[in-house]
C-alpha cells in the first residue's frame, strides 16, 4: 500500500470509531419533530388525500442579502499528502462551499420544497410517482464532493397499503479521483442506517440507499464526510414527494406539477448556513404558475 494511503488511513481512524459511537443521532439541520417518522405503516388517524384543481410550476429566485461575499480559497493542510492533487480540482472545487453566490446575488444550493397540511398526502397520479432521473450521483473527482447538495425523490405514500414505498429513484456515490477518498454518512431519520465506505480510486459507483422521514411531510437530511480530506462534505435531503428542487447557480428554482389551486401549501426552504429550515408561509399555487422569491441573510 501506497504511503498516502496509510497516512489517509491512520487519520482516519479516531474520525471512524466516533462517528460508530455518534451513528443515529439526528442532524441538528433535519427540521425537528417534523422530520421524524416511523417504519412501515403509518400510524394514527386516516389520512386525507390532498389533490389540487389542476397543477402549476412554483418558479422563483433565492438571493442574498448585501450581495455576493468573497468565497475564500480552501485552507488544506500542508501535511495533508494529497494536496497538490486535491488543488488540481476546479475552483469551484477548491473554495469554500458553503456561501456559493452569483455576482447578481443569487444563492445556489438552497433547497425549496413545498409541504402538505397535517393529516393529508399528496394524492399522485401515475407521472408525477415517476422520478425525472433514474438516478442522483454524487462524484469525487478531486477532493470535493460534486455536487455539494442534492434532492432525493426518495418515496412516497400508497393509500391502498397505507405505506411509503419507494419511488425507484437512487443516490449513487462514486470516486473518479486517482486517490482514495472515504464516504462516511449519516442520516437524520431512524429509517435510514449511516456507514463509513473507503472507495478505493476510481472506483465504481455505489448505492446509497436512502429513505424518507417515513410519514408525509417529514424529510431525511443525511450529511456526507471525508475524514482523509475533513474539508470534504456534502448534503442530501430526500423527500416522500416529488415537490422539492434545490437552486442552481443564478439562484433560481422551479418545482413543476405542483397541486395547484389551494391556498394550505407551505414553502420551506434550506441552507447549510440554516440551524434548521425556514417557512415562507402558505401559498396558493396558480395553474399557470406562482412566483415565490427568497431573501437570505448571512
Known amino acids: 500500500m501506497k504511503r498516502s494511503h496509510l497516512w489517509g488511513l491512520a487519520s482516519m481512524l479516531p474520525a ?93 444550493n438552497v433547497v425549496v420544497w413545498v409541504k402538505e397540511p397535517e393529516g393529508t398526502y399528496f394524492d399522485l397520479s401515475d407521472s408525477q410517482k415517476k422520478p425525472e432521473r433514474e438516478t442522483i450521483k454524487i462524484d469525487q473527482p478531486f477532493c470535493a464532493f460534486v455536487p455539494h447538495v442534492e434532492v432525493l425523490f426518495a418515496d412516497y405514500y400508497d393509500p391502498k397499503t397505507k405505506k411509503m414505498v419507494p419511488s425507484g429513484q437512487k443516490l449513487q456515490v462514486a470516486n473518479s479521483a486517482e486517490k482514495t477518498h472515504n464516504t462516511n454518512w449519516n442520516p437524520s431519520s431512524p429509517l435510514n442506517r449511516g456507514d463509513n465506505k ?12 436512502l429513505k424518507s422521514g417515513g410519514k408525509p411531510g417529514s424529510y431525511d437530511h443525511t450529511t456526507f464526510k471525508c475524514q482523509i480530506h475533513p474539508w470534504m462534505n456534502a448534503h442530501v435531503l430526500a423527500f416522500g414527494h416529488p415537490f422539492a428542487a434545490k437552486t442552481d447557480k443564478d439562484g433560481s428554482f422551479e418545482i413543476k406539477n405542483v397541486p395547484a389551486g389551494a391556498q394550505d401549501l407551505e414553502v420551506m426552504y434550506w441552507h447549510e448556513s440554516m440551524d434548521k429550515p425556514q417557512s415562507l408561509g402558505k401559498v396558493k399555487v396558480e395553474t399557470g404558475g406562482t412566483t415565490k422569491n427568497i431573501e437570505l441573510k448571512k
Request: net charge neutral; proline share 10%.
Open 198 to 209: 473507503l472507495l478505493n480510486p476510481k472506483t465504481p459507483p455505489m448505492d446509497v440507499p
Open 16 to 108: 471512524v470509531a466516533l462517528f460508530v459511537a455518534g451513528c443515529g443521532k439526528s442532524d441538528p439541520t433535519s427540521g425537528g419533530d417534523d422530520n421524524k417518522g416511523g417504519g412501515g405503516q403509518i400510524k394514527g388517524g386516516e389520512l386525507k388525500a390532498y389533490k389540487g384543481e389542476g397543477s402549476g410550476a412554483l418558479k422563483g429566485k433565492v438571493t442574498l442579502a448585501g450581495g455576493k461575499p468573497q468565497r475564500k480559497p480552501l485552507d488544506i493542510p500542508s501535511n495533508n499528502p494529497d494536496k497538490d492533487y486535491c488543488l488540481k480540482g476546479s475552483p469551484d472545487e477548491i473554495s469554500e462551499q458553503t456561501w456559493k453566490v452569483s455576482d447578481a446575488g443569487g444563492v445556489e
